[in-house]
């Protein structure tokens, strides 16, 4: 199954609070998991991305967890800013997949001041 | 400099018009992509050029017709247009081998309006 289910559709999250955005897949042979950061009017911007043999990945506020046998992974915003507010796609991307990514359907974050 | 360019940043166009997108990186990368977004919608695959070569055609209407002049640059021609064609066009580019071949890095995006 080509396809990557996110979650929530929106989320709404106080100033300083934690976002947490959640993907899950079928396709075992997904082997590379971004995350991108979309503004209004902008284009999508990778922001962290993870690998099936690591359980977790941290840049500054931002972490992504990985849960291989529950073929589940997750966007963890820390100490969340009203900068953050943005569309937020998870992706994967599979072996000879000739530069194909499969995109979630993406999360729209408001964080409220 | 990891910038992807695109212009221009706005179009509107009637659906007899021929129009192009242009996009530039200097990153070095060999694959450049062209996709399509609709409003609260992820982004949508049209084009994949490898080495200047037409690598993936997602089944895309013949009324859009990318170009790939040299390594750096891509362009999509646009010809008789619909209304629904009316989205923002993003162009990307990665590198071509290993794990870094799913580093996208996305330009600004064009937005077509299509009258």
């Known amino acids: 199954q080509q396809q990557v289910k996110q979650s929530p559709q929106s989320l709404i999250v106080q100033k300083g609070g934690i976002s947490i955005i959640n993907c899950a897949y079928e396709?075992?042979?997904?082997?590379?998991f971004p995350w991108y950061q979309q503004f209004p009017g902008k284009g999508p911007a990778l922001l962290i991305a993870?690998?099936?043999?690591?359980s977790e990945k941290k840049e500054g506020r931002f972490t992504i967890s990985f849960n291989k046998s529950a073929k589940q992974f997750s966007l963890h915003i820390m100490d969340s800013q009203p900068g953050d507010s943005a569309t937020y796609f998870c992706?994967?991307?599979?072996?000879?997949?000739?530069?194909?990514?499969?995109f979630g359907s993406g999360t729209r974050l408001l964080v409220r001041p | 400099d990891t910038e992807v360019t695109q212009t221009p940043k706005h179009l509107v166009m009637g659906m007899t018009n021929k129009k192009s997108l242009k996009c530039e990186q200097h990153?070095?990368?060999?694959?450049m992509y062209w996709y399509k977004q609709k409003a609260k919608k992820p982004p949508e695959l049209m084009f994949v050029?490898?080495?200047?070569?037409?690598?993936i055609n997602e089944s895309v209407p013949s009324r859009f017709s990318p170009e790939c002049p040299n390594s750096s640059l891509l362009n999509l021609h646009l010809h008789a247009l619909q209304p629904e064609d009316s989205a923002l066009y993003l162009c990307?580019?990665?590198?071509?081998?290993?794990?870094?071949?799913?580093?996208?890095?996305f330009g600004p995006g064009t937005r077509l309006t299509v009258t």
């Open positions: 990307a580019s990665s590198h071509v081998t290993g794990f870094s071949s799913y580093e996208q890095y």
């Open positions: 396709n075992t042979a997904f082997d590379y």
């Open positions: 993870i690998r099936p043999d690591v």
């Open positions: 992706a994967a991307g599979w072996p000879d997949s000739s530069y194909k990514l499969i």
């Open positions: 990153m070095g990368h060999r694959a």
């Open positions: 050029y490898s080495y200047e070569k037409l690598s």
